[in-house]
């Protein structure tokens, strides 16, 4: 009778022990221990807490090579963050975007190597606006310009161009603004040193809306033809106590060999050495005294030295000035 009440305090002991520090969690809601943190994935494995479905598995897609059907996942997890009322974490989004990012560049890629030029190039821009690392971004611009030497700068007809084929009384000027593009453009793109024309010749006209970005922090500027990209370029921008300002402009005035209109209140012809501008001039419609312009001074350039003005080299701001019309959007951003 003594050993079996010893052995029932034994046994009440233990049970307290449990209970009291976990070592039978078991006891305490009297059902075995869910397991916490993650969900299941369709095949029972754990996905982390911060990792959807989509997400898990446009990884596996991505791991497999197969991006575009990864970049289908990734778009629907994209949307779910940003989509309306959607408040995703900022680096969920981020990396959801890297990694859709990086699917464009390599279905650009493969497009380009199977000589698919103006399909890649569409990839490769989208690719342009991810978040991927500046490297990864420069190797891709670089590829990018690459495609442009056959689908922008050649007499090579493209999906984005039409062709007009010259007859007698045809003016370049006028075959240019019906349609809406620049004369200039025409003869940088057929490679014609002058504006001289002949009946039964075949001009490549690029056709879509350009747009310039602008990054102050990177003293970069870049060309856009409907949301595909053409080319980058250096900049000088404006000082601390004179700085470019940041927003959306429009170009309302185009002009070659400019008279620069001092801020002493002189003037300076194309020419003069106190002219500074350089042989382009294009104006911001909603800041009239700012623009984008050459310089007489390249050394300036990738520095902080205008009185807010964007600086280009003389060679660089010609190709864009040839490119863009009056109403081109400038976007420019820290």
Not at 128 to 136: K, T
Not at 156 to 162: E, G, H, M, R, Y
Request: hydrophobic fraction near 35%.
């Amino acid at each position: 009778r003594k050993a079996l009440l010893f052995l029932l305090l034994i046994m009440a002991a233990l049970c307290y022990a449990g209970y009291r520090y976990d070592i039978l969690p078991g006891l305490k809601s009297g059902a075995a221990e869910k397991p916490s943190g993650g969900n299941q994935g369709q095949n029972g494995t754990k996905v982390p807490p911060e990792q959807t479905e989509p997400e898990r598995k446009g990884d596996a897609l991505f791991a497999a090579k197969k991006y575009d059907e990864a970049l289908i996942e990734y778009d629907r997890e994209l949307a779910a963050l940003t989509g309306d009322n959607a408040n995703g974490p900022a680096k969920r989004i981020e990396h959801v975007a890297a990694r859709a990012g990086e699917c464009h560049a390599q279905i650009g890629e493969k497009l380009m190597a199977a000589k698919k030029q103006y399909e890649a190039r569409t990839e490769l821009s989208r690719a342009l606006r991810a978040p991927l690392p500046e490297e990864r971004l420069a190797e891709i611009k670089d590829k990018t310009v690459k495609l442009n030497e056959y689908l922008i700068y050649s007499a090579l007809p493209t999906a984005d161009s039409v062709e007009y084929v010259v007859v007698a009384g045809d003016i370049l000027k006028k075959i240019a603004d019906k349609h809406g593009a620049t004369y200039e453009a025409v003869m940088r793109v057929n490679r014609m040193n002058k504006d001289n024309i002949r009946v039964g010749q075949v001009l490549k006209i690029l056709q879509g809306t350009y747009a310039i970005e602008v990054s102050l922090s990177k003293m970069r500027l870049s060309l856009w033809l409907d949301d595909k990209f053409i080319r980058e370029f250096p900049v000088g921008t404006g000082r601390p106590d004179s700085p470019t300002p940041i927003g959306t402009f429009t170009i309302h005035s185009r002009e070659k060999d400019p008279v620069w209109w001092s801020p002493d209140g002189n003037s300076y012809p194309p020419g003069h050495p106190k002219n500074i501008l350089g042989s382009r001039w294009m104006g911001l419609r909603e800041r009239p005294s700012y623009g984008i312009h050459g310089t007489t001074q390249p050394e300036t350039i990738g520095t902080a030295c205008s009185n807010g003005c964007i600086r280009m080299h003389s060679a660089d701001v010609e190709e864009v000035f040839d490119f863009v019309p009056i109403g081109t959007k400038v976007i420019i951003s820290e």
